[in-house]
């Protein structure tokens, strides 16, 4: 069993940044592929950023590209998500999901992830 912690989220005006981090708790991260969720008021959830366990192979979604920047530090059993420049549209909460794979793949699909964080809102204000 993973239980994952999202952190840093909050209130922040158009332009600005947050780091959102997500921490790991019962098991390690080794093995596992990592990725950023966000899911906006009445829309689906949708894939922001994913990283392979190693951390070789990273995958961001047209939107976010060259904003966003996806790390982890698997010593910490700690997840990143870097934003900068945001956009009223990022706003949503934002969930962090660990997917079993000892390989070095990323994964973009919410059905191939095991473990869910709680959520942490992120709101950007225009």
């Known amino acids: 069993q993973v239980h994952l912690v999202e952190s840093g989220g909050g209130l922040v005006q158009a332009g600005g940044s947050l780091r959102l981090s997500c921490t790991a708790s019962?098991?390690?991260?080794?093995?596992?592929?990592l990725g950023w969720f966000r899911q906006a008021p009445g829309k689906e959830r949708e894939i922001v950023a994913a990283?392979?366990?190693?951390?070789?192979?990273?995958y961001y979604e047209d939107s976010v590209k060259g904003r966003f920047t996806i790390s982890r530090d698997n010593a910490k059993n700690t997840l990143y998500l870097q934003m900068n420049s945001l956009k009223p549209e990022d706003t949503a909460v934002y969930y962090c999901?660990?997917?079993?794979?000892?390989?070095?793949?990323?994964?973009?699909?919410?059905?191939?992830?095991?473990?869910w964080g709680q959520g942490t809102q992120v709101t950007v204000s225009s």
């Open positions: 999901a660990a997917a079993w794979d000892p390989g070095e793949y990323f994964h973009t699909n919410s059905y191939e992830y095991d473990y």
């Open positions: 019962g098991r390690t991260f080794s093995n596992y592929g």
């Open positions: 990283i392979s366990w190693i951390g070789s192979n990273t």
